[in-house]
């Protein structure tokens, strides 16, 4: 395969590192204005480089768009004279696809993605969706450009991306929140700061695991160390009434409802 990037930021970097590890691409090329961007990927990758979107990008594949959402627009408006049979991935928050597609001239061949950041270590997992045209093996090239650096989960309602914004694109801040107050609880109880990331991180690392590996549902892994009158007992009956649950539920949904209204700005913009 033949894959472009617009954008050599860090998730693109993953992506090029996710995709050269496994030998899936036979050419890669990035275009980014940035000097710095274009010099880091090209030394670390091995990668050709480009500062603008040119005839060039006619030729391949697939064109991974990597950029910040605010200026997709004008990234759209570049690439529309050189698109005729290419697979246009995106990974901007929050970009409709039929805005996308808009500022494309109607060009239909698009698949909105959303990865998270432990992409960044081969472990990620991103949620896609397909406008109606996509046929099954463009959907099948997006899957390889995106599992190489984790799992991919479609979605028939691309609505459904917005969900998976809040839910795995953030989610990794909402684990780094809550390792560090473990990390500041272990801190107020006598640890120091090495122990207390240590005895963090392993867990959710372990538990996690433990997680992915079992059948039953995460409730059911949690009554199971969670004895009667006991330490954990005791823990989740403060978070109950304090509403820790409920908060993160909030949250989610309030991200939810912030990648809505990005589409809906960035869409009228």
Same mark, same amino acid.
């Given at each position: 395969?033949?894959?472009?990037?617009?954008g050599g930021g860090?998730?693109?970097?993953?992506?090029?590192?996710?995709?050269?590890?496994?030998?899936?691409?036979?050419?890669?090329? +990035?275009?980014?204005?940035?000097?710095?961007?274009?010099?880091?990927?090209?030394?670390?990758?091995?990668?050709?480089?480009?500062?603008?979107?040119?005839?060039?990008? =006619?030729?391949?594949?697939?064109?991974?768009?990597? +950029?910040?959402?605010?200026?997709?627009?004008?990234?759209?408006?570049?690439?529309?004279?050189?698109?005729?049979?290419?697979?246009?991935?995106?990974?901007?928050?929050?970009?409709?696809?039929?805005?996308?597609?808009?500022?494309?001239?109607?060009?239909?061949?698009?698949?909105?993605?959303?990865?998270?950041?432990?992409?960044?270590?081969?472990?990620?997992?991103?949620?896609?969706? =397909?406008?109606?045209?996509?046929?099954?093996?463009?959907?099948?090239?997006?899957?390889?450009?995106?599992?190489?650096?984790?799992?991919? +989960?479609?979605?028939?309602?691309?609505?459904?991306?917005?969900?998976?914004?809040?839910?795995?694109?953030?989610?990794?801040?909402?684990? @780094?929140?809550?390792?560090?107050?473990?990390?500041?609880?272990?801190?107020?109880?006598?640890?120091?700061?090495?122990?207390?990331?240590?005895?963090?991180?392993?867990? @959710?690392?372990?538990?996690?695991?433990?997680?992915?590996?079992?059948?039953?549902p995460a409730s059911?892994?949690?009554?199971?160390?969670?004895?009667?009158?006991?330490?954990?007992?005791?823990?989740?009956?403060?978070?109950?009434?304090?509403? +820790?649950?409920?908060?993160?539920?909030?949250?989610?949904?309030? =991200?939810?409802?912030?990648?809505?209204?990005?589409?809906?700005?960035?869409?009228?913009?």
């Amino acid at each position: 395969m033949k894959i472009a990037f617009i954008g050599g930021g860090n998730m693109a970097s993953a992506l090029i590192s996710g995709l050269i590890k496994r030998s899936v691409a036979a050419d890669l090329y +990035v275009v980014d204005l940035g000097e710095e961007a274009r010099a880091r990927v090209a030394k670390e990758f091995g990668v050709v480089t480009g500062v603008s979107i040119d005839s060039k990008l =006619a030729d391949y594949d697939a064109i991974l768009l990597a +950029v910040k959402p605010q200026v997709l627009k004008g990234v759209a408006g570049s690439l529309r004279p050189v698109l005729s049979k290419q697979l246009v991935i995106s990974i901007a928050a929050g970009i409709r696809a039929a805005d996308l597609s808009r500022w494309l001239g109607g060009y239909t061949q698009i698949v909105r993605t959303m990865p998270n950041t432990p992409a960044l270590i081969g472990m990620g997992v991103t949620g896609l969706a =397909a406008l109606p045209g996509v046929d099954d093996s463009a959907k099948a090239l997006a899957v390889k450009v995106l599992e190489a650096v984790g799992q991919t +989960v479609w979605f028939d309602d691309e609505a459904k991306i917005d969900a998976v914004t809040a839910i795995s694109g953030s989610g990794p801040a909402y684990v @780094f929140y809550f390792i560090e107050a473990m990390q500041e609880a272990a801190r107020q109880l006598g640890m120091d700061e090495e122990q207390g990331r240590a005895l963090a991180v392993a867990t @959710f690392i372990g538990t996690a695991q433990l997680a992915a590996q079992s059948d039953e549902p995460a409730s059911v892994l949690r009554e199971r160390v969670t004895s009667k009158g006991g330490t954990t007992a005791a823990a989740l009956a403060s978070f109950d009434a304090q509403g +820790v649950k409920d908060a993160i539920v909030r949250g989610a949904l309030a =991200a939810d409802a912030r990648a809505k209204e990005m589409g809906e700005e960035l869409g009228k913009a």
